[in-house]
């Protein structure tokens, strides 16, 4: 049986791709690389706004949120093509796919103008707050406290891996604020934008590349929050956490199809016409990492369409595990093929990728250690696995 859209996914595929032929920056710019995940240079803040004004930048959304009422299967073929051609639709792919969101979903209709739509517009950025030493999986442990002071809070504690705080305008972020119940609710969530007195961010390197200032430490010390800046109802954040996951998950994976097939792809262009090319092992791997991306895309599918039905699928924790761990798979198989070449920063890249920054002055080694994030962001492979265990198989805990 052929896989296929119906026609009017179709057409709006072409549609699309017509907007991109006519509007994609020019490569040679595309490839300048960011900073960090909230650090939007002139150019991509400007695709980001013809992509919002044309309702292509958050197609499920009503027009004044960057969309066009799509229903989800015009959406999913609208994010296929976006990957297909290796372009993303921002600098600030936390801020778009999961704060603007989740302020859509539960912030004041104040909020959504303040906050939401400058993000979706490319006028603002902004980094995620849910991270904490000694709270990472496990966000319901989380130790930041806000405590209500007036008209507002003032908050104490520590975030950390907050991707991007260093060049974001604002942190949603997620505190405690009442320790006396059930940790999971005594959360709420604050907007907390990043001039505010006694908001201090430290960015600091990854385990790959020390000059790779993604990652911070953020310490909120008696940071006044005024109270017009609660998401959602007090202590009621934890629905708000489910909302900003379910938005990180619902089409991951397609990041990590695109993440495996980029290193088929790459790898190929890598060994062409070496030795490692007629390798029996290399060859053997190289099929193996093919039909786990085609199982992938495959299952992905099949979630899409039951999604579309207005089912619950089911396999969105399975898609989560299998394609982040497939994805880290592919990134050690290539590193032990290539041997110590793999050290090499000189390799084959897609030109427009700025969803992962893995083109630029990257070597395989790099990608493999980048690969780890993928296990760990959007719930780890450990919670994924309890998840599947407990929800899917039905094992008892």
């Not at 849910?130 to 405590?147: C, F, H, N, Q, W």
């Not at 890249?349 to 780890?372: G, I, L, Q």
Request: with cysteine; net charge negative; aromatic share 8%.
């Amino acid at each position: 049986m052929k896989l296929q859209f119906p026609p009017e996914a179709e057409a709006v595929r072409a549609e699309f791709a017509a907007w991109l032929d006519a509007n994609t920056p020019p490569q040679q710019e595309a490839i300048v690389r960011a900073r960090s995940t909230a650090d939007s240079p002139p150019w991509a803040r400007r695709f980001q706004r013809a992509m919002f004004d044309a309702g292509w930048l958050m197609p499920g959304q009503p027009p004044e949120h960057g969309g066009r009422n799509a229903p989800l299967l015009e959406q999913f073929v609208i994010q296929e093509e976006l990957l297909r051609r290796r372009i993303y639709r921002s600098f600030n792919p936390q801020g778009l796919s999961i704060i603007a969101p989740s302020i859509l979903m539960f912030g004041t209709a104040e909020q959504k103008q303040r906050w939401a739509v400058p993000v979706l517009r490319g006028e603002l950025t902004a980094a995620l707050g849910m991270s904490e030493p000694g709270a990472g999986s496990d966000l319901a442990g989380l130790r930041t406290r806000a405590v209500a002071d007036g008209d507002g809070f003032v908050v104490n504690g520590q975030k950390v891996w907050t991707s991007g705080a260093h060049h974001a305008d604002f942190i949603l972020t997620f505190v405690r604020t009442d320790p006396d119940v059930p940790k999971h609710k005594g959360i709420s969530v604050l907007i907390i934008p990043t001039d505010t007195p006694g908001v201090t961010r430290r960015p600091f390197g990854s385990f790959c590349a020390k000059d790779d200032l993604d990652f911070n430490e953020v310490f909120f010390d008696n940071a006044f929050v005024p109270r017009e800046n609660l998401v959602g109802e007090l202590n009621a954040g934890w629905a708000v956490t489910t909302g900003t996951l379910g938005e990180e998950r619902a089409l991951l994976w397609l990041t990590n199809y695109e993440r495996i097939d980029d290193t088929v792809r790459d790898f190929a262009a890598h060994v062409r016409g070496t030795p490692i090319a007629d390798d029996p092992i290399v060859q053997d791997w190289y099929g193996r990492v093919v039909v786990d991306a085609t199982a992938l895309r495959l299952l992905g599918y099949r979630s899409v369409a039951k999604m579309a039905r207005g089912e619950d699928p089911a396999e969105l924790s399975i898609l989560k595990l299998f394609g982040s761990e497939a994805a880290q798979q592919s990134a050690n198989s290539a590193l032990e093929a290539l041997g110590p070449a793999a050290l090499d920063r000189d390799r084959p890249t897609a030109p427009f990728n700025h969803m992962n920054n893995e083109h630029m002055s990257s070597s395989w080694f790099d990608r493999y250690c980048r690969s780890f994030a993928g296990t760990i962001a959007g719930g780890t492979s450990e919670i994924q696995r309890n998840i599947i265990a407990e929800r899917i198989l039905g094992l008892p805990r």
